[in-house]
């Protein structure tokens, strides 16, 4: 088992699980993300998403050992094509997706890194886009990664491959927080805490808007959301979460206080 599944208090756990691998990219493996988001996603206990690796890397990218060994159709396939699916998955999830970092991040690792809505690291954790140094190019992380990295962060470190701390990265832009090994878990469970205070319905469109809207003309962004706006206030949800404010109580999707 390469990835495995948990669900517990509203939030399911992805975890990669082939430390002896450095839970690289397998095609099984990625195959097994989608199956597990996708299995998220349809579970209407599942609040929130968290995304982590297990022992001393979150993710070395790529399966080098395979792509040197495949031919270039069926790397395609197996390797660039399968990690679109992934992040894209993780992108058009209808729940927010959370990344608890701990240990290496290289090359397509950064990539669901900076697919997840929101993401924190340990201290220790280090980061390279490492592409670059075996003689390829971050192609395919770079449409999730450059949406969020400073362009400036985003020229050094794609170019230099040079691995580089959790803050930095954090001051690039990429992360939410960086927070001390022994706290990482604490930190995550504050991130899930806080999603789950928010209506599902309404966690789920707003993560839609924040992907639509900046790439929407102007006139086509405020058509669009004052739709969404006027569905929502007229929705059942919007109603209890209305209700539940005014009577100084917590609306029926959130965990007790």
Not at 17 to 40: F, I
Not at 59 to 66: I, K, S
Not at 242 to 251: G, I, K, S, V
Request: negative net charge; contains cysteine; aromatic residues 4%.
């Amino acid at each position: 088992m390469t990835v495995r599944y948990d669900v517990g208090d509203g939030a399911a756990t992805i975890t990669l699980a082939s430390p002896e691998t450095r839970n690289v990219l397998t095609a099984a493996t990625m195959a097994a993300l989608v199956e597990h988001l996708d299995a998220a996603a349809a579970d209407d206990g599942v609040r929130v998403v968290v995304l982590t690796g297990e022992g001393n890397t979150f993710c070395a990218g790529a399966d080098l050992a395979g792509a040197a060994a495949a031919d270039a159709q069926s790397f395609t396939d197996a390797g660039p094509r399968a990690l679109v699916r992934v992040l894209e998955a993780m992108l058009d999830h209808t729940k927010p997706v959370i990344a608890r970092v701990q240990g290496h991040v290289a090359g397509g690792g950064n990539g669901l890194v900076a697919a997840a809505d929101l993401a924190v690291a340990a201290e220790s954790a280090k980061f390279a886009f490492s592409e670059v140094r075996v003689g390829v190019s971050p192609a395919v992380i770079s449409v999730v990664c450059l949406a969020k990295l400073h362009p400036a962060a985003a020229r050094e470190l794609l170019l230099t491959g040079e691995r580089v701390s959790a803050q930095r990265v954090l001051d690039a832009g990429m992360i939410n927080a960086v927070v001390p090994d022994d706290a990482l878990d604490a930190a995550v469970a504050g991130y899930v805490d806080a999603l789950r205070l928010g209506g599902p319905q309404a966690v789920s469109r707003t993560k839609e808007l924040l992907r639509r809207v900046p790439s929407l003309p102007r006139d086509d962004a405020f058509a669009w959301t004052a739709e969404l706006s006027a569905s929502l206030f007229a929705s059942d949800e919007a109603r209890e979460g209305m209700t539940a404010f005014l009577e100084r109580r917590r609306p029926a999707w959130a965990p007790p206080a």
